[in-house]
């Protein structure tokens, strides 16, 4: 049974995991990703989570390990949506509230 996350805990996990990620990349290359480093990355990752979509549905060749990959995709693409907002200077909460909020407002109609 999996646990339930609590939003606030999956933020601060996730903000604590990039600064692990920026102290690896200053390692290797002398400096942080930039802002549109990050976002290229989840864009990457957003198109992975297409292609094993396609094979999950068995719409494209991939292998024994598509549910167990595709799952991993969806949670980094969630972790980097998180992380591109707190680099921006923009509350995910507020951000996908209303959202929320907007679309159940026009779906009433």
Known sequence: MSKELNFTEVISRSKQIRKQYHELEKEHHGSEWTIEEDAL?????????????????????????????????????????????GRMNIDINVALEGFLSKTEKLLKK
Do not use: Y
């Open 41 to 85: 990355a989840f864009l990457t990752d957003a198109g992975l989570v297409g292609r094993l979509t396609m094979s999950q549905q068995e719409r494209w060749p991939k292998g024994d390990t598509t549910n167990e990959e595709l799952s991993h995709k969806l949670g980094e693409s969630i972790w980097w949506l998180i992380i591109l907002a």
